[in-house]
């Protein structure tokens, strides 16, 4: 790999990785694409993860938090510290193919247009499935990811734009990047992806999905899925995302669909068993309605696109949200077994 002047940075986020960190480094360093640097952010890591890469991975530039810095800002020094033209970011729980870097640059090599690039992933348990093709945006302000548990043989063979790449293993311009601020260090984590896509396109950036850069993903391996901090922070956020992104009328449009996905899931949760983080989440959100206003017009102030574009690229189904898969099925035995709570209790 080149000392000056990379083609790409490669950014991986680290915390408590000393399980699955050394396979990821493992497939980068296995790339066949090999203009690249290798930046590897700490967040004051408690297990033995950083001193694994300072001895085995010599060549990677570790850089050591003092304290847990979150997703957000952590990622955005080390965009702030990178010298590639590209940044590509990769979770420690991810371990992209040999070809998966020549695939991102190839695709922006190929298509210009695009300024940011969404990788295949696969759960790293069940390579068969598709984890995401890219994240789809809801106009409830919900997002999920694309072709989630399909089989990779009926997943989509070739190029097509999607709203925003999910992060785990995503590929961005950086001076795009820059442009739009970086992922927002309010979110800490969860979402960040989604909105820092939605800032692109209302700068007039677009998302192409590469389905030949393939990485599998554990998913969730710091925090655990649906965990209350999980709970906490995606249904705090994707409220944030919605006030201070949707642009112009879309907003009053989508308004009604934002507040009814919102109602459904503060009843989901608190029959699942975790009322406390969801509507902590939706309380704290809109206690910070004032300070997201003031985002909302600095943003907004920067959009160099209609909100009909923006409209072309949403998912225009109203209960998208609620009925996919594993979710639709917990939501119905759910409401099933309070019905019965209920007739049970007259």
């Known amino acids: 790999m080149p000392s000056t002047s990379p083609l ?45 890469i300072e001895k085995h991975w010599p060549a990677f530039r570790v850089i050591r ?23 590509a970011f990769l979770n420690n729980d991810a371990f992209p193919e040999p070809g998966w870097l020549l695939s ?35 106009v409830s302000g919900f997002a999920w990811p694309r072709d989630n548990n399909r089989p990779t043989e009926k ?15 995503a590929f961005y311009k950086r001076t795009a990047f820059l442009e739009a601020g970086g992922f927002d260090e309010e979110f800490s984590s969860h979402h960040e992806d989604v909105e820092l896509g939605f800032r692109l396109r209302l ?20 925090y655990g899925r649906e965990s209350d901090r999980t709970v906490y922070q995606v249904q705090r956020n994707v409220v944030r995302a919605f006030v201070t992104d949707m642009p112009g009328w879309l907003f009053w449009k989508y308004l009604p669909a934002h507040i ?27 206690l910070s309605i004032p300070s997201l206003n003031a985002k909302r017009k600095r943003i907004q102030q920067t959009r160099r696109v209609s909100p009909a574009e923006i ?5 225009h189904n109203w209960l998208g949200p609620f009925t996919l898969g594993k979710r639709a099925r917990k939501i119905r035995q759910l409401l099933e077994r309070a019905g019965k709570n209920d007739s049970q209790s007259r």
């Not at 298509?111 to 994240?135: K, M, W």
């Open 8 to 52: 790409v940075s490669i950014i991986i986020l680290n915390w408590n990785g000393e399980r699955h960190l050394p396979r990821c480094l493992e497939a980068v360093a296995a790339q066949t694409f090999s203009d690249y640097e290798v930046i590897v952010l700490d967040n004051a890591s408690t297990d033995r993860s950083a001193e694994q």
């Open 104 to 138: 991102l640059v190839k695709a922006s090599r190929e298509h210009p247009e695009f300024s940011f690039f969404s990788s295949r992933l696969v759960y790293a348990e069940q390579p068969d499935l598709i984890q995401s093709s890219g994240d789809v945006y809801n």
């Open 260 to 286: 009814l996905a919102n109602l459904i899931f503060l009843i989901y949760y608190s029959l699942r068993g975790q009322p406390g983080p969801v509507w902590r989440a939706k309380w704290h959100a809109l």
């Open 155 to 169: 997943s989509p063979s070739g190029c097509g734009e999607v709203f925003s790449p999910c992060a785990a293993a």
């Open 203 to 222: 700068l007039g950036h677009r998302c192409l999905y590469a389905p030949d850069a393939v990485a599998a993903h554990i998913g969730s391996a710091s």
């Open 311 to 315: 409209d072309r690229v949403l998912d």
């Open 65 to 87: 938090f003092e304290r847990n810095l979150g997703f957000a800002i952590a990622n955005n020094r080390g965009a702030a510290l990178a010298a590639g033209e590209w940044l």
